[in-house]
């Protein structure tokens, strides 16, 4: 997500960064094309108009342009508004409360609501162990309420009994009192889509909030929004209240800027990401973390929480030497790619790293993916010693053997290594981009021990 | 054109369901009207206040451009757009509406040549008509208008479910089959969609049928394992007929942004479209994308959905729309015209 203009944007700000001196003009002329490609990804006209007279100010307020690396304080300047529009902080669904919570879902028609209720109901059953109830309160769309009751058992999720020809207040108050007397923890309550302009069905939806009195109004809106998603927006958020959004349909291209015009309109957390059709497909959502991955910096907090969660710390450290600084074998890559593995997979994890949208599109071109890691390994450890230290030993009769051992083809030995010094080639790539020494180099000279202090120099570097 | 009959007394399917949107009483044309004003207001009321008495100056011009990119056109084709207009008006003074009739017309002669309707083949029996589109952009609702729509023609319409993946998809079809009249084939729960779109054929023909509508999963174009499904379904409708599908409609949504340009293109690599049919200009959203469209692809434009209810789908006329999207269509004159273009399509077309 957000690669097309994660991309653009650290292109952009990526020629700026990498200039000695710059100019006003300069400023000017990347702010320029930073406003295209933020309006290319639709985010709302007047937030990058918002942003970009902000970064202007601030660049040429302080002495920024007479520092020692102007580039890289504009960048940090860019971030940093990015940040502010975006919000620093993640907050989680306000369900603590006396049961049951109430959540209701809003938003256009089309947008995602039922699908997404059935998802978050999944989650907080099965992560968070609540016990939740679901209801349909669409009596317009044909087969809203048997969708949501497919769902919701596939899911392994109780639903409200669907009881023909009642009116949306007369299900929410069925709703409530099954949910009290029945003891769940969270009762979900989809709704219509429903035009924001369209003042019967808003005032529907703020009957019915407050007869349900709701902890959580989710808005539920399509990442592939345009201009529209201020304007709608504006007006859930006048008209019912909004407490979180739901951005849906991530997997797709949409290069997602109505997750920063919501964000700037409502000032409510995006809570939840949908990735796919599927009720696995949700994702929890950390605002803090989007600027940085904006701006084609990488999600360095992503990638080293990730890291901590599936691999020890003294291995991970050890990887990201390796990764950083370069001289890593087919014995290395072995290790890594069991890692790589655990952590969800190569592409996924580069996705988090700065800068290198790009070179994932030639590992996907070099189809490096995660099924066939573990042939990869496999491969691998039918070498001996000597040859995972030194690829280059391997010629035609090795390859036969090693392909025998392991149960493959020659040509996938070769697909292997071929992948190896694609590999290398882009950590050269990635070590270039963060300069002189790789990560070692930034952080002056020693690896750091503290994920932390790896990121805030990062953060401070780039 | 079917678009254009009276409205029909409201079917006797599912009671619950709006036939109509709530607002909908002045007939279509109000609609129509209302539609697209809601569409134009936010640009209407900015070009108003711009452009009262004033010199068309580089800063009119700029602001200009933003009421356009408000209105989805995309920032590249919005200061094309603007830039042109500049080079022929610069720095004399223009009132409001001079500036509006220039743009709209501009925009309007991107348009207008892809204000074309679907043309139903009589000779194919049936004509195979495959809907296809991302997620919820209103793609079974509008199977559903057009089987009402070509039902009041007289023809004789028969519908697919071949969205066999998403849940309560087919019982949301049938629905409309019992809304509009129109048989409905289903296969069982994610079964296979080819094998559905081909049964609902080889029945068709056996009935005799003068359409056949397929309605199919929403799928992100970005899905290449969804998209393959999709062209599977045209492979097995081609066993039947090798013409088949006589017609493929791609279904937006007018909310979409930019992101609609990436939809066209990879649809359209996939297999040929015949037309677009922008649903939801009923709402807020101002389509504006569409002009981008237009200018880049050159595809009909067959229709666009104004509501939820079985006859909110009207021909897509490119000066009503173009004047609307610049907020022209509140004084009296051009009302007239609308109407006057309006009842133009009244005479069948076919
Ligand atoms: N690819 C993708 N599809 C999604 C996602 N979320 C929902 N969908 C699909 O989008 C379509 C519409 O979803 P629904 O949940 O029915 O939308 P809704 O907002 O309830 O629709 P209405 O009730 O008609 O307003 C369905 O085909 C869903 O499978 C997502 O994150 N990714
Ligand atoms: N206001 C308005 N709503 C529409 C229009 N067309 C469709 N809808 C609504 O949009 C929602 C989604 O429509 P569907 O027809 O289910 O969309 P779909 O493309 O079949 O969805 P999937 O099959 O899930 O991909 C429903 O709530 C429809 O009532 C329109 O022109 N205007
Ligand atoms: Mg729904
Ligand atoms: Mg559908």
Redesign the interface.
Same mark, same amino acid.
């Given at each position: 997500m957000f690669e097309g203009l994660n991309t653009k944007l650290g292109a952009i700000f990526d020629r700026l960064g990498r200039r000695g001196v710059i100019s006003e003009g300069d400023i000017t002329d990347a702010l320029r094309e930073a406003?295209?490609a933020l309006?290319?990804?639709?985010v709302a %006209?007047s937030v990058v108009k918002d942003f970009t007279v902000k970064v202007k100010e601030r660049a040429l307020g302080q002495d920024v342009l007479r520092s020692v690396a102007p580039g890289q304080q504009v960048i940090k300047i860019a971030h940093d508004a990015l940040l502010d529009m975006l919000g620093t902080t993640a907050e989680p669904l306000n369900i603590n409360v006396a049961p049951p919570a109430v959540v209701l879902m809003l938003g %256009?028609?089309?947008?995602?609501k039922t699908t997404t209720a059935a998802k978050v109901a999944r989650f907080l059953q099965g992560t968070q162990r609540r016990k939740v109830l679901l209801a349909s309160l669409d009596? @317009?769309?044909?087969?809203?309420q048997?969708? %949501?009751?497919? %769902?919701a058992e596939?899911v392994g999720v109780a639903s409200l009994p669907i009881v023909?020809?009642q009116d949306p207040l007369g299900i929410t108050r069925r709703a409530l009192q099954a949910a009290r007397q029945e003891g769940f923890d969270v009762l979900i309550l989809d709704t219509a889509g429903r035009?924001?302009?369209?003042e &019967?069905?808003m005032a529907e939806a703020a009957a019915i909030r407050d007869l349900a009195q709701p902890h959580e109004k989710l808005l539920v809106l &399509?990442a592939?929004?345009?201009? &529209?998603?201020l304007?709608?927006a504006t007006?859930f958020h006048a008209k019912v209240g909004v407490t979180g959004l739901v951005l849906t349909?991530l &997997?797709?291209?949409? @290069?997602g800027?109505?997750a920063l015009s919501l964000r700037a309109v409502t000032g409510c957390p995006i809570k939840f990401l949908g990735t796919g059709?599927k009720v696995e497909a949700l994702e929890v959502y950390h605002p803090d973390r989007l600027a940085d991955r904006i701006l084609g910096m990488g999600d360095v907090v992503s990638l080293v929480e990730k890291a901590a969660a599936t691999v020890d710390k003294t291995e991970a450290e050890a990887m990201a030497t390796k990764m950083f600084t370069g001289g890593f074998d087919l014995n290395d890559l072995a290790k890594q790619l069991r890692q790589v593995r655990k952590m969800g997979g190569l592409s996924s994890l580069l996705g988090f790293l700065p800068g290198v949208g790009k070179i994932k599109d030639q590992l996907k071109a070099a189809n490096v993916d995660d099924r066939v890691i573990a042939r990869q390994e496999a491969i691998i450890l039918s070498m001996t010693l000597k040859e995972r230290r030194d690829a280059s030993l391997l010629g035609a009769s090795r390859k036969r053997r090693i392909a025998k051992g392991a149960g493959v083809e020659v040509q996938d030995v070769n697909r292997l290594l071929k992948q190896f010094f694609e590999m290398e080639k882009t950590l050269r790539q990635v070590r270039r981009k963060m300069g002189p020494g790789g990560l070692a180099g930034l952080m002056g000279g020693g690896v750091s021990d503290d994920p932390d202090k790896v990121l805030a120099r990062l953060k401070r570097g780039f | 054109m079917f678009f254009s009959s009276p409205p029909p007394a409201p079917a006797s399917a599912s009671a619950a369901a709006p036939e109509e949107s709530p607002r909908a009483s002045g007939g279509w044309l109000a609609r129509l009207r209302s539609g697209l004003k809601r569409s134009s207001d936010t640009l209407s009321s900015g070009l108003k206040n711009v452009f009262a008495r004033r010199t068309l100056d580089q800063a009119a011009l700029e602001e200009l451009e933003d009421l356009l990119i408000q209105a989805d056109l995309g920032p590249k084709p919005a200061a094309r757009l603007v830039k042109d207009l500049g080079a022929t008006r610069l720095d004399k003074t223009v009132t409001d509406a001079e500036v509006r009739a220039i743009l709209a017309e501009s925009l309007a002669s991107i348009l207008a040549p892809c204000a074309k309707p679907l043309e139903i083949d009589p000779t194919k029996k049936p004509f195979v008509v495959l809907m296809v589109g991302v997620n919820g952009n209103g793609k079974t609702t509008t199977v559903g208008k057009l089987a009402h729509g070509y039902r009041e023609q007289g023809l004789s319409v028969l519908l697919a479910a071949a969205d066999t993946f998403r849940a309560a998809a087919v019982e949301q079809l049938v629905a409309w089959g019992e809304r509009t009249g129109c048989p409905v084939v289903v296969g069982p729960p994610k079964g296979d969609a080819a094998a559905v779109a081909f049964r609902a054929y080889e029945q068709a023909r056996a009935e005799g049928r003068d359409l056949l509508l397929v309605d199919t999963a929403g799928r992100l174009h970005t899905h290449d394992n969804l998209m393959q499904e999709l062209a599977k379904i045209g492979r097995v409708l081609k066993k039947i007929d090798p013409e088949a599908p006589h017609a493929t409609l791609l279904v937006l949504d007018a909310t979409t942004g930019q992101n609609a340009h990436a939809q066209v293109e990879t649809f359209k690599a996939l297999t040929p479209i015949s037309g677009l049919i922008v649903t939801k200009l009923d709402g807020s959203a101002k389509g504006g994308v569409l002009v981008a469209l237009a200018d880049r692809f050159g595809l009909p434009i067959v229709a666009v959905g104004v509501g939820e209810g079985v006859s909110d789908l009207r021909p897509f006329d490119a000066t009503a729309f173009a004047r609307a999207l610049v907020g022209l269509e509140d004084d009296r004159q051009s009302k007239q015209e609308l109407d006057m273009s309006c009842r133009g399509d009244e005479e069948p077309s076919t």
């Open positions: 406003r295209v309006l290319e990804a639709d %006209l %256009l028609q089309g947008s995602g009596v @317009r769309r044909p087969a809203a048997e969708q %949501l009751a497919v %769902l596939h023909p020809g035009l924001a302009v369209d &019967d069905l &399509d592939m929004t345009g201009q &529209d998603a304007t709608t007006h349909r &997997d797709g291209d949409a @290069r800027g109505a059709e | -």
